[in-house]
């Protein structure tokens, strides 16, 4: 009986999933798929590594965006989202190669030495005059994170977050929104990793960090420590400022073009969607707050 | 053979070979002007010709960028290079201040000999032992993070450039105290007794005799010191605190032009260039006397 | 205890390492006495003026200055050495002080004079060298007879009760020479109790009560200046007479 269950499950799953990609197809007009098509021809000749997809990606990458600082793994937004491009563009799990390159250095000019780089990137003007970003994959809002006891947590009017001493590391958007919305008095304390301002943050060197709102979460539920145990508090995300994240990609680069096919391909079947639900969607449920 | 001088008759060959000629005299003259020019030339030519030239002279020496740096832009957080650099000289001023006077300090205890000061003394040796071991960028790290995670209430709330300058005077004072006590040893035998003989105490050798005559032998390696030290003072970026090279930093992260860099470079090599120069004219002229005393 | 001698050196023994440089020395100082010491280069006539003001610790024997025993462990040697003057061969001025500051650096910080009264008397001092002119200037600047009369003054503004000289001239150009002895002659004339160590063998012959005679760290012979130059008892300090003729 069970044997048989399976079986018509499986039976059922296949059907849905053939009328799903038919009428997708049908759906969006013939274009898409035969632009895949055409792209799965021609990107072994635009790839860093012939053969192969060459991602770039920080180290350590974290929750939510990868899982266990393994991008390979395919768990985490990001790392399932690269393997759902790969896999539209017919390349297969196997030859998707990975490779460090530190958040810094990638968004500056000059030759890259990967396809494309999937590490929250956020496309700014400034950027993108130095490098190719793909169409958005994420939409995505800043927030601000404190301690759970800190005076933030009850003060926040937009008044008085300009009194607060913030910490941030160099380069980010989060620093730029604090100097482009928020206007606090106090001189702004750059540093340059991340984990350097959380541990200011953690020493009481600084009142809070404004950074990108599912980095916000996992930051205040599981690194923001005091005594080993979780003492951070993520208190709001601040309104969009139409700010995305982009795949990054060696200025002029022409597989730019495939990608956004792929990611295109990806909205428009859902699978978009539903990582962004299976992944990031505890982080949308943060109150908003005014800067 | 027998002792004297030679008896030969003939007259020796006194003239250099002819190879060497050119660099004497006139020729001399001729040579170093060829081999300078040869060397500019390459310079230039590596400079100017080579195939990132262009995008090299934009990105890190172009002008506009480089004033928009020096002055900053702080609406949009851009701050100035040139306030920056006043966190750096500050810095460098007060912690000087404060090495010297520790420096010597622990000199004092380390050339001691009175029973009492004993503990102090092994103290002060492993003191300079680890300090001049252990990499300036770390105990940064561990001073300016560290202090203010152990929670001692005023110890554990200053800003970042006071643990900026606790880690410079830790260290510095270090290596300080060993060029002071070089200084000290280094004072003739001969002096000390003769003030011992007067009856003066030790103490009052040590200040009136001893010091002066330790500190002036020293100046060039205590120059060089402050010099490393105005450069270190960047350091205090790691830290959170905004100083020129940090400034120059966040330009660059922010506008994707790197002259910023160049403009601080430009900034430190303006104080340190003539302290440099300084400290060879000292040496020189120290070594002038030293050599006029001789003969 | 005869209260005319100043300083009373009995049996003295001092070794460096294995080395016995001074084997059982005694000799005694009285007042406004001259006692010249001679001997060879190691003799150990320096390491016996260095015991006689403490800057060495003796190994055996005893030191006592007017019948006070300086072994004594309740003895302060700073106060000791301030009515011990020394003089050393190579001068020894402080190069970062001028002359006259030289001279005022004893009084005033070890004696606690004050400043004024001692700056009279040292220039006072000055005046009877000639050098009272050169007050300001640098020891550098002096030739080394000026700088060597300067550094007998600097003793002598201690107001010592005797003076510990150790071959004064021995690094001087030899027509600088003159004007030293000079001045330790118009010293010992005046009545000033001094223990001379010196190669100066006329000098000695004239200025002498007493000569002593160290070889290798042996009092060997000891006497007046007629006995010990024109008829010496002992072989090695004929021999040594001879080679220093």
Known sequence: MRTFRLILAGLLSTTSLVAITLTSSVRAGASPSAAIAKCQTTIAAEEYTKGKLTVGTDDPVYTPWFVNNKPTNGKGFESALTYAIASVLGINKSNVVWTYEPFDNSYTPGPKKFDFDINEISYTAQRAKAVTFSESYYAVTQSIVTLKNSLVVKKHTPAELKTYLYGDQIGTTGLAYIYDHIHPTQQTRVYSTLDQAILALQTGQINAIVVDTPDGQYMASSEVEKNKKPDGDQIGQFPSTGEHYGLLFTKGNPLVGCINVAITALRDNGTLAALTKKWLDIYTSVPVIKP | ?295 | MNDNVVLDLDRVVKRFGDNEVLSGVSLQLHRHEVVCLIGASGSGKSTLLRCANLLERIDGGSISLFGQSLLDERIDPDLVRRHIGMVFQSFNLFPHLSVLENILLGPVRALKRDRAEAREEALALLERIGLRDRADEYPDRLSGGQQQRVAIVRSLAMRPALLLLDEVTSALDPTLVGEVLDLLRDLAANGTTMLIATHEMNFARDVARQVAYLDHGVLVEQGTPEQIFSHPEHESTRTFLERVR
Not at chain 2, 202 to 213: C, E, F, K, Y
């Open chain 2, 1 to 295: 053979m027998s002792l004297g001088t030679d008896e030969s008759s003939s007259t020796p060959n006194l003239f250099a070979p002819r190879h060497r000629r050119i660099f004497v005299g006139r020729r001399g003259l001729v040579a170093s002007t060829v081999s300078s020019a040869v060397l500019i030339g390459v310079l230039v030519a590596i400079f100017f010709w080579a195939p990132g030239s262009a995008t090299v002279r934009y990105y890190y020496f172009n002008g506009h960028n480089m004033w928009q740096s020096f002055v900053g832009h702080p609406q949009t957080g851009l701050l100035s290079v040139g306030r920056g650099f006043l966190t750096n000289i500050w810095m460098c001023l007060l912690c000087e201040v404060l090495i010297l006077f520790f420096g010597l300090a622990v000199a004092w205890i380390r050339v001691s000999r009175s029973p009492v000061l004993t503990p102090f003394r092994v103290l002060a040796t492993a003191y300079t032992d680890v300090f001049r071991g252990v990499p300036l960028l770390l105990v940064v790290f561990l001073v300016g993070f560290g202090l203010p995670a152990l929670g001692l209430g005023f110890i554990s709330s200053q800003s970042p450039d006071v643990y900026g300058c606790v880690a410079l005077t830790i260290t510095y004072t270090a290596y300080v105290a060993e060029v002071f006590r070089a200084g000290i040893y280094s004072v003739p035998n001969g002096q000390i007794l003769a003030a011992r003989s007067l009856g003066l105490t030790h103490g009052t050798i040590m200040r009136r005799v001893t010091l002066p005559q330790a500190v002036r032998p020293v100046m060039p390696p205590l120059l060089n010191d402050f010099i490393t030290l105005q450069k270190d003072t960047a350091l205090v970026s790691v830290l959170g605190a905004i100083e020129a090279a940090r400034a120059a930093q966040i330009y660059e992260s922010t506008v994707f032009n790197g002259s910023g860099l160049v403009v601080a470079s430009l900034l430190f090599l303006a104080i340190t260039v003539p302290l440099t120069r300084f400290t060879d004219r000292l040496l020189d002229r120290d070594r002038k006397r030293r050599l006029a005393s001789l003969s």
